[in-house]
């Protein structure tokens, strides 16, 4: 996240696919500028983890719990509109439809395609809407929301990943102008970050073999159970769009391949700190069918007035979901980014590197045949950037993850056949 009155700070491609910002101009960046980044290390202590910036921004909730954060109510269910042009079950498409056409706000801030890829974008005119729908898990920033906001006549709402969100509750505390500016957040549930290789590495699973565009992340298969998305992309060299099945290239997302070294320090799984969360429903009863069901946490008044309007109009088909369900449809997030976050933290600790707070009670130690779990993903994660990075094509690459998935696979295995015991 960048300030703006550095203006030598540009967002630029690094060495390993992620977006991150550059110092384009001599001396050193503003050491104020790092104050709005979400994973600050040294944060003011009124807003220094999500827990006090709740506190601040949601406090009316009259619900809390430790893995959910503040909020009214939790829901699953689907939008009889934006369903099937959605990555999941159009949630996400049908709030941000209604609050343009409710006019809450004059313009929604949110990842559409720019000249064949994908970026964040300002759009008016709902006539558009469905240009919007679907998931790019391509790194996108932020930046211009900020130097466009001052220019836009009217309330503009925008959707974002956890610490997106976190980044924009934070230059509202300190410019409470963008209080009114932007009313209202929609956040992503994130189960993390990719490289800009992940798609490289999709696109070339597909048979692309230069340049590829238009990619579809979330293509829902025939009459299969909701894992069973593909991913497809235009092959710039013949224009035609080639796919292939995830779940022909194993676990992508356990496993952390590609994912940004900053998600081990993230501890906010249900995106806490926006007016309404939304993701998939991975429970059972619901991942089964492929049309697609999104899970969402409402945590303001005004968001639950826009639900109950877009129920009464018949957009919205929505059933409450207890706590439980909710962890439940997120558990192997929870696992990793709360439950072993201070085992990721310790040995910075020991060599007094600095990292971001930790929440207190995130602070409990991991057992050790869990560590072992932690250290392989870790191995496991920056080794796919690396070798993804120095090796020439698909196949010298999986040749090298081999041995790291293959640790990771067995040890994981073994942690929870210990666990079973209750060893
Ligand atoms: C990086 C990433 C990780 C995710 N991890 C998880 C997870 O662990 N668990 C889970 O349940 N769900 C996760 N999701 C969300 C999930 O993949 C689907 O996006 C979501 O459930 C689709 O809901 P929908 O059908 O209501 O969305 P749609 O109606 O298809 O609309 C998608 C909306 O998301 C916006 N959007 C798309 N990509 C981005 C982006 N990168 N940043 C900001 N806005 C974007 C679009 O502009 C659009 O408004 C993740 C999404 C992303 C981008």
């Not at 699953?76 to 509109?81: A, C, P, T």
């Not at 099945?245 to 926006?274: H, I, Q, Y």
């Not at 303001?300 to 877009?310: D, E, G, H, R, Y």
């Amino acid at each position: 996240m960048l300030q703006r009155s550095d203006d030598r700070l540009e967002m630029k491609w690094n060495s390993l696919g992620f977006l991150e910002p550059a110092l384009t101009g001599l001396g050193d960046i503003d050491p104020d500028v790092v104050k709005y980044c979400p994973f600050n290390k040294t944060p003011d202590p009124e807003i220094e983890t999500e827990d006090e910036l709740s506190g601040i921004f949601l406090k009316d909730a009259p619900e809390f719990d430790n893995k959910l954060g503040r909020y009214f109510k939790n829901y699953i269910g689907y939008s009889n509109e934006f369903r099937e042009s959605s990555s999941s079950g159009g949630l996400a498409t049908s709030i941000l439809n209604g609050l343009l056409i409710d006019g809450i706000v004059s313009g929604i801030f949110v990842v559409t395609e720019v000249d064949g890829s994908y970026g964040y974008q300002m759009m008016v005119d709902v006539e558009d809407i469905t240009t919007i729908s679907k998931t790019r898990y391509i790194p996108v920033t932020l930046v211009e929301l900020f130097e466009k906001i001052n220019e836009f006549e009217g309330a503009v709402a925008v959707t974002g990943v956890a610490c997106f969100i976190k980044a924009i509750r934070i230059r509202k505390y300190y410019d409470p102008t963008l209080i009114s500016k932007i009313p209202f957040l929609i956040g992503i549930i994130c189960g993390g970050w990719k490289s800009r290789f992940f798609t490289d590495f999709l696109s070339v699973k597909t048979g692309i073999e230069a340049g590829y565009s238009h990619q579809d992340y979330r293509i829902k298969e025939g009459s299969l159970s909701a894992y069973n998305y593909s991913y497809g992309a235009f092959d710039k060299s013949d224009g035609e769009f080639k796919t292939i099945k995830m779940k022909e290239l194993g676990d992508r997302w356990g496993t952390g391949l590609f994912k940004s070294p900053a998600c081990d320090f993230c501890s906010d799984v249900m995106n806490e700190l926006c007016d309404i969360s939304w993701g998939d429903a991975w429970i059972a009863g619901y991942k089964e069918d492929n049309k697609g069901h999104s899970i969402a946490i409402v945590r303001t008044q005004k968001a639950m007035a826009l639900i109950a309007s877009l129920i009464a109009e018949g957009d919205l088909k929505l059933e409450d979901m207890t706590v439980e369900k909710m962890i439940e449809s997120q558990s192997s997030s929870f696992y990793h980014r709360q439950d072993t976050l201070a085992f990721r933290v310790l040995p910075r600790k020991l060599f007094l590197i600095p990292s971001p707070p930790v929440r207190n009670r995130l602070k409990s130690n991991i057992s050790p045949r869990f560590s072992l779990v932690q250290i392989c993903r870790l191995v496991t994660r920056k080794s796919s950037l690396y070798y993804w990075k120095s090796t020439s094509g698909p196949e010298g690459y999986s040749e090298k993850m081999k041995l790291f998935l293959k640790l990771l696979f067995f040890t994981t295995k073994i942690y929870h056949k210990l666990r079973r015991f209750g060893l």
